[in-house]
């Protein structure tokens, strides 16, 4: 099969070590406390001591956890976004995806001082990087890291952008709640790549509902479909875990599957506009075009039905299928009026945003908010409202798999749902049945 849409670059060139001797070095770098400013294992400290202690840098040290497509756009976003900003270490599973990642980040020039014993290869590259010494951490590798990855740096005191979705099963999601709480204690701040939540369209329009422009919110749709993704086909080398990493897209135990992965940004949008997760979901879905191996377990297609505390009803709507038609956006229903939330309103108060100056770029609004919120001393913490959308998502595609009707309060309190695998090695790893509703069993 060959390789269909790539949203990242080829990730096959130019390594100068093999992954083998990459790893050695990594160890050592990691092992080792240097004139880099890079200690070895992350040193954990406590809330109160931390944000005591914590003084605004003139420089903002960040480090990536994950330096692939996004890792790499989220560096040059957050140094783009603000002055004093350095991207000092750099961390992957793959040092084929780093070495891409540090040509990328060249033409940032003295922005980026990032050296060899900064450059951490491997599962535990998250440690390499927290041992540096960074202010801030960028965490963008598949979802499934992230509850781990963000316990770390909230742990170690970075403060945190992570992309989204932020954890791919119930379990992952509470995780993510308590670190969110942690955080909060500590005084470091969160925000999450749902760049909407950024994007002066959104909140003007958001504003407006929530101060009635449109009534009661009574229904709404919400959709992500679109074509294909790419995929990367297996090479003889490589073990099972290193094809499904390599290839986590399609794998439900790290993407989460795409309603999580992709179709999470717009339900998101929903909880915002309701103020509120759902109290229920009952989804479908299905996987009739990508059948093949190379597509792993994941679905193809998915439709939920959330309802919202007020008894409104939600329509979400995701599809990655090649030669289908395009819809991504949401829409909202009220007693007054009807909402596009990117920015306009129709009924008795109509509204159309129009943007004013500059145009903004929301990927790189967020790294401004985020930092200015750091610098201010009144850290913004998006960690739990990530959580709830997340797992609004994770709700639905549960739905869908085993064709069962969902409450919130069971799947934020009572799920036992957690798909991580039995040991991070890169060695054989079966594919997970694909789910049948009626047979797959809920946890
Ligand atoms: N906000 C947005 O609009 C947006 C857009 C694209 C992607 N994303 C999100 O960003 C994240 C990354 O997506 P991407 O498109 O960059 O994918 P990608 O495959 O290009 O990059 C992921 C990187 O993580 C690395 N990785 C895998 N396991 C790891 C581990 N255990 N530790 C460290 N690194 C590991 C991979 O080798 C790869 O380099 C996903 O959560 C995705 O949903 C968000």
Redesign the pocket.
């Known amino acids: 099969m060959a390789t269909k849409k790539t ?2 670059p080829d990730d096959q060139q130019g390594c100068p070590l093999s992954r083998r001797d990459f790893l050695k070095t990594s160890a050592v770098a990691a092992g080792a406390t240097l004139a880099t400013g890079c200690a070895g294992a992350p040193k954990s400290q406590t809330g109160p001591a931390v944000a005591a202690s914590r003084k605004t840098p003139d420089t903002l040290r960040v480090g990536v ?7 790499t756009g989220a560096a040059i976003d957050c140094v783009d976004s603000s002055p004093g900003v350095e991207i000092v270490a750099l ?4 040092a084929d ?1 780093l070495d891409e990642c540090r040509k990328r980040l060249a033409d940032l020039g003295d922005k980026v001082k990032v050296t060899d014993d900064r450059c951490f290869a491997g ?1 535990d ?2 440690q390499g990087v927290l041992s540096c010494d960074v202010d801030m951490v960028i965490l ?4 499934a ?1 992230r509850p781990l990855h963000l316990k770390g740096a909230i742990d170690a005191g970075k403060h945190v952008f992570m ?3 932020v954890a791919v099963d119930p379990v992952g999601v509470r995780s993510v709640i308590a670190s969110s709480e942690a955080a909060a204690t500590k005084g470091l701040a969160i925000v999450a ?1 749902t ?1 909407r939540r950024h994007q002066p369209g959104y909140v003007e329009t958001m504003k407006r509902i929530h101060d009635g422009a449109i009534g009661e919110v009574v229904a709404g749709q919400c959709y992500w479909n679109q074509g294909a993704l790419w995929v990367k086909p297996k090479r003889p080398e490589w073990s099972d875990m290193e094809w499904q ?1 390599r290839n ?1 897209l399609y794998f439900t135990w790290l993407s989460g599957d795409h309603i999580v ?1 992709q179709h999470v940004h717009n339900i998101d949008i929903i909880n915002w506009a309701m103020k509120s997760p759902p109290v229920k979901a009952v989804g479908m879905g299905g996987r009739q075009v990508r059948t093949g191996p190379e597509y792993g377990n994941v679905y193809d297609h998915f439709s939920v039905e959330f309802e919202y505390p007020n008894g409104a009803r939600v329509l979400s709507m995701c599809r990655q299928i090649e030669g289908s038609s395009h819809r991504v956006g949401e829409r909202l229903v009220g007693t007054k009026g009807v909402a596009d939330p990117s920015g306009t309103i129709q009924g008795e108060h109509p509204y159309k945003h129009e943007p004013q100056g500059e145009p903004v770029n929301p990927y790189v609004q967020e790294h401004t908010d985020l930092i200015a919120s750091i610098r201010s001393g009144r850290p913004l913490n998006e960690g739990r409202r990530i959580a709830e959308s997340t797992l609004t998502a994770i709700m639905g595609r549960m739905s869908a798999y085993t064709g069962r009707e969902l409450s919130w309060n069971w799947a934020l309190n009572a799920s036992e749902l957690d798909l991580t695998p039995p040991k991070f090695d890169m060695g054989d790893l079966p594919v997970a049945p694909v789910p049948m509703p009626g047979q797959t069993k809920l946890v």
């Open positions: 949203e990242n956890i994950g330096t692939g497509g996004r890792g961390g992957d599973l793959f995806r599962f590259a998250w963008a590798a598949p979802p890291f992309e989204k979705p790549g760049q990493c986590w992965e």
